[in-house]
């Protein structure tokens, strides 16, 4: 089954749709959950992209400030100071469309006039009022996740609430879709992510993934990234991030087959890449 909305939503980034897209994922941040990611200097981000480039990632993410569920904000000077010059050296040195993580819309609108062309908002849209007016503004395109933050996370566990369902899920995706069209943002640039990994147990992360599916109804691109999360660790009994890609593959392929998937943030765009042309090879010839 080749993706459900090649008739919808031909590109995103000006990469069609007819296949999955690969998204590489750089990490400027010491707190990374995954060392093995990290970049330290602009120099090394470009490095890396070329490599990841040339091993099939199509899009290019690059994160300045750790977004895991635990860790701690940076300011913007630093983030600033992380971003700038590795995003503007990765530009220089691909040809692939560049994303940059940041929930910021001042951080937002630096990396954009450089020629960024994705902005992936793990707060989808929510985090920073000014967000939704840079990315109108510019008619970028977007990623926006299904992340409710992370007081209304601690808030919902306090109280009891359930925020591992995809009702929930879907629920804070409509948010930000109402928050693009209150501010005139194309929804042909958007693509949907639930949050994996994102303030949810291992057994609630393994039950969105089993749901994907369900997303099909808010007729978007949907981007999951599951590489290497510490929901395979806890599930598996791996602690170590470095030996969890045999399941992050494993969950790949089932999410794909089961819900073709449209985008897929990796941290290992060679075997990713590898795994999903095959999948869809095989699927090319059952439908032929």
């Known amino acids: 089954m080749l993706s459900r909305l090649v008739d919808m939503v031909q590109k995103f980034a000006g990469i069609s749709l007819e296949r999955t897209i690969v998204m590489g994922v750089l990490n400027l941040s010491g707190e990374t959950f995954y060392r093995d990611s990290l970049v330290k200097t602009a120099e090394e981000a470009a490095a890396r992209a070329e490599v990841?480039?040339?091993?099939g990632a199509q899009i290019i993410d690059i994160g300045g400030m750790s977004t895991g569920p635990s860790a701690k904000k940076i300011s913007l000077k630093k983030e600033k100071k992380l971003l700038m010059p590795a995003v503007e050296t990765v530009i220089e040195r691909t040809n692939v469309p560049i994303s940059v993580d940041t929930q910021r819309a001042e951080m937002a609108e630096e990396v954009l006039k450089l020629g960024v062309d994705v902005i992936n908002d793990i707060s989808g849209l929510k985090a920073d009022t000014e967000m939704p007016k840079v990315v109108s503004d510019h008619g970028c395109y977007a990623i926006l996740m299904a992340n409710r933050i992370r007081d209304r996370i601690r808030t919902a566990e306090k109280s009891g609430k359930d925020i591992s369902t995809m009702k929930k899920v879907k629920e804070g995706l409509r948010e930000s879709l109402q928050i693009c069209r209150d501010h005139g943002i194309n929804l042909d640039k958007i693509s949907i992510d639930p949050g994996i990994g994102f303030g949810r147990d291992a057994e609630g992360d393994i039950r969105i993934?089993?749901?994907l599916v369900d997303l099909s109804e808010l007729e978007r691109p949907t981007c999951i990234g599951?590489?290497?999360?510490?929901?395979?660790g806890k599930t598996l009994d791996l602690d170590e991030p470095r030996?969890?890609?045999?399941?992050?593959?494993?969950?790949t392929a089932l999410a794909f087959i089961e819900s073709s998937i449209d985008i897929v943030r990796t941290h290992d765009p060679r075997e990713t890449s590898q795994l999903i042309r095959m999948i869809e090879a095989v699927q090319k010839m059952k439908e032929g």
């Open 52 to 55: 990841m480039v040339e091993n």
């Open 209 to 211: 993934i089993a749901n």
């Open 226 to 232: 599951v590489s290497r999360k510490s929901f395979i």
């Open 243 to 251: 030996d969890r890609l045999p399941a992050s593959l494993g969950v």
